[in-house]
């Protein structure tokens, strides 16, 4: 079952996937506050003028979306970072090794790093900013990591200041990124009870398998600020 959980999804797959996230945020089945996404030429225009503004620092709320008790972060991001970088900065205080496909949703929209193998309409994300997707206190989008497992993440302006700061800066967070290829969330919290029950059949095989991918014993409730925060120093 571990092993089944772990088989690498289709490029196919992942990008069925990117369709139905898309899908879920027409239909409302995803609650989020967006900012209205402007037209081409209106979004270069912002884009110009918004470089010419003070930069804004934003405080993000990153909530890997379906767990409970929750797994996230709290972020300082510069407003102008690209979705690009910001797809760095919350792979890293996260977790994830960036070994999959990503896509940032907001406002309809789905951005990504662009390639012929899309099959489906994507912004470039390298083009787009943080500060043109989200402007306001409360706006949200998704990011979703490995649409195969999909990992969604709910991203949440707490709060926009004026000014520069030394951002990315990790201020909290609570709980272990789950490790890669385990199934999702559904299939994360199966390998959980697993590891729970030192008699089930499956025990000493995923706990052996969870070591490979974490390099050592995985408590799902560990967190390391400092660690996060040396790692997100090493971006800028």
């Not at 402007?135 to 989008?141: I, V």
């Not at 951002?167 to 959980?192: F, H, M, N, S, W």
Request: aromatic share 8%; hydrophobic share 35%; with cysteine.
């Amino acid at each position: 079952m571990v092993a089944k959980r772990r088989a690498r999804r289709s490029l196919f797959t992942e990008i069925s996937s990117g369709v139905q996230a898309m899908s879920d945020n027409r239909e409302g089945r995803v609650d989020l506050r967006t900012h209205h996404i402007e037209s081409q030429a209106a979004a270069s225009e912002t884009l110009r003028e918004d470089r010419r503004l003070e930069v804004r620092t934003y405080q993000l709320k990153v909530t890997l979306m379906e767990t409970e008790p929750p797994i996230w972060r709290r972020l300082l991001v510069r407003g102008n970072t690209t979705l690009r970088r910001l797809d760095r900065i919350i792979q890293t205080a996260m977790g994830w090794t960036n070994s999959h496909l990503h896509t940032f949703t907001a406002g309809g929209v789905l951005y990504a790093d662009p390639s012929p193998e899309w099959e489906i309409e994507v912004k470039d994300e390298r083009r787009v900013r943080l500060q043109l997707i989200a402007r306001e206190e409360g706006e949200a989008f998704v990011y979703e990591y490995d649409m195969g497992d999909s990992w969604r993440h709910q991203v949440l302006v707490e709060e926009v200041r004026w000014g520069d700061s030394d951002g990315p800066v990790c201020l909290a967070g609570e709980r272990a990124c789950p490790p890669e290829d385990c199934g999702g969330v559904q299939g994360y919290y199966e390998t959980l009870e697993i590891l729970r029950n030192p008699r089930h059949e499956e025990y000493e095989h995923t706990r052996t398998w969870i070591e490979s991918m974490t390099g050592g014993p995985f408590d799902p409730d560990a967190f390391d600020l400092n660690a996060v925060k040396a790692a997100l120093n090493a971006l800028r």
